[in-house]
């Protein structure tokens, strides 16, 4: 990108050039306008962001077949402390695609990102039984290898971009074993939580004080006495020892709402430990009322107590 183009905001990304993630990235219109940095790893990504080089890092968490990117989110929980700007949600189709010449019946080797090839389960068993399948850090990166390589066996599963900047013929398009795969990325920054829309997502990580009989119920108890809605909850081993978990929970609402604040708080002074990752805006334009309605709500009953216990006589 030109300087002139720039809008001096640097995002480093998951690539090479060709990935979903920069897919995704270039869905958002103010992304487009920043200087933008491939990375091979994610690792490299979230350490260029802690480091300072770049403002924002962008990588993919979740996929809708696969689960959660486990990289991601492990480095979110034990090692980065940043913070999520914002999600973006892309659908994904998955191609195989190999060089000019070459025929379905010749693959021999098949090149992906694991989270990638793992999409595509069914597709390579009734097609292509036995071939080896070999990881590679991203999509795009089988790609690019398959086309340097020109090798008469080997076909890599990429975005349907990567064939056209690698030199690839597409073989068989949307091999993906469901068709409403979908991949959520994040955008990451060291500091600075964006103001709430209306329409928001809250991450956060609890650790648990003790095991003990009930110790998860009595965090979510905090989310249903509020009325909080969770979007996900999934346990992660801390890397303590066999049977200690914490909890990654997304819910419905941002920090600045009066009920997630009030509940958060709970949660830090009584129930367990948390890392705060973020309150951002959603994807999607669904339910852009909902915290705004249940915000209020909570205000007026505070306003109630309020006016009830100031009625105490003292002494």
Known sequence: MSPAASSGRTIAFFGPAGTFTEEALFTQPDFAEADVLPLPTLAEVLDS?????????????????????????????????????????????????????????????????????????????????????????????AARLVGDERRGDSAALAPRLAAKLYGLEVLASSVEDHPDNQTRFVALARSGIPG???????????????????????????????SINLTKLESRPTKRGLGDYCFLIDLQGHIADEVVADCLQVLHAEQAGVKFLGSYPAAGTHGEHVRRQADAAWKQAGQWMASLRSQIRRG
């Open 49 to 141: 962001v802690c480091a300072g080089q770049v403002d924002v890092g962008f990588v993919p968490i979740e996929n809708s077949i696969e689960g959660t990117v486990n990289a991601t989110v492990d480095s979110l929980v034990f090692e980065a402390d940043l913070l999520i700007q914002r999600e973006v949600v892309l659908d994904v189709h998955m191609h195989l695609m190999a060089p000019p010449g070459t025929g379905l019946g010749d693959v021999r080797r098949v090149l992906s990102f694991p989270h990638a090839s793992a999409q595509c389960r069914r597709y390579l068993a009734e097609h292509l039984p036995g071939v080896e399948i070999v990881p590679t850090n991203s999509t795009a990166e």
């Open 196 to 226: 709430p829309t209306g329409h928001d997502k809250t991450s956060i990580v609890c650790f648990q004080r003790e095991d003990h009989p009930g110790s998860l119920h009595a965090i979510l108890s905090e989310f249903s006495a509020r």
